[in-house]
C-alpha cells in the first residue's frame, strides 16, 4: 500500500527543513509528471517501520503577489488530490497571515486528515506565541521545531497512525 502526505504552506515556514528531515530517500520525478512537479519535491520517509510518500510543495516563489496567492492555491488543491494526508504548515514567528488564512479555509473542507503544524517552536514562549492557531480552527495542533527536531516524533505518530 502507498500512503502519500503532502507538506503545504506559504513560502518560508519551514517545509523544506522539514521534509528534509523526515527524508530516507529522494525519489526521481518522473517525466510525465514534471509539468505540474517541477516545483515539488518527492521523497520516501518512514515511522515506527512504516514507510509513506513525502511530497514538499512551493519551491517555485512567484514574483508578484496575484500570482502567488494564485499558485498558492494550486499547490494546495493538487496536493490535497494526490495526497492521502496534508501537514499544513505555519510559522509561530510571523504569527497568522492572510494567506494561512486562506489555506486554511481551503484546507478546513477537506476530508483527508490535515494536520496542522506550527513550526520554528523553538522554546517555551513559543510554545504559548502558538496558541493563538487555535483560531485557524483545526481541532489539534502540532507544535515543532525542524530544525531540532522538538515535537516531530508525536507529528509523526499522528501521521502514521491511520497507514
Ligand atoms: P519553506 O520555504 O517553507 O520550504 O521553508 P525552509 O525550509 O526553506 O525554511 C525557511 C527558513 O526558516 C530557513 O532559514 C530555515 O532555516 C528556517 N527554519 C526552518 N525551520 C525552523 C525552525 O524550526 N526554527 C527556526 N528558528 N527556523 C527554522
Ligand atoms: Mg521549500
Request: proline letters at 3%.
Amino acid at each position: 500500500m502507498s500512503y502519500t502526505v503532502a507538506i503545504v504552506g506559504r513560502p518560508n515556514v519551514g517545509k523544506s527543513t522539514l521534509f528534509n528531515r523526515f527524508l530516507e530517500q529522494r525519489k526521481a520525478i518522473v517525466d510525465d509528471i514534471s509539468g505540474v512537479t517541477r516545483d515539488r519535491q518527492y521523497g520516501i520517509a518512514e515511522w515506527n517501520g512504516k514507510p509513506f510518500n513525502l511530497i514538499d510543495t512551493g519551491g517555485f516563489v512567484p514574483q508578484s503577489d496575484d500570482i502567488f496567492e494564485v499558485e498558492i492555491r494550486k499547490q494546495v488543491k493538487i496536493a490535497v488530490e494526490e495526497a492521502n494526508a496534508i501537514v499544513f504548515m505555519v510559522d509561530v514567528a510571523t504569527g497568522i497571515t492572510d494567506l494561512d488564512d486562506a489555506m486554511a479555509d481551503m484546507l478546513r473542507r477537506s476530508t483527508k486528515p490535515v494536520y496542522l503544524v506550527v513550526n520554528k517552536v523553538d522554546n517555551g514562549q513559543c510554545e504559548l506565541d502558538a496558541t493563538e492557531f487555535y483560531s485557524l480552527g483545526f481541532e489539534t495542533i502540532y507544535t515543532v521545531s525542524s530544525i531540532s527536531g522538538a515535537g516531530t516524533g508525536e507529528l509523526l505518530d499522528a501521521i502514521v497512525a491511520p497507514i
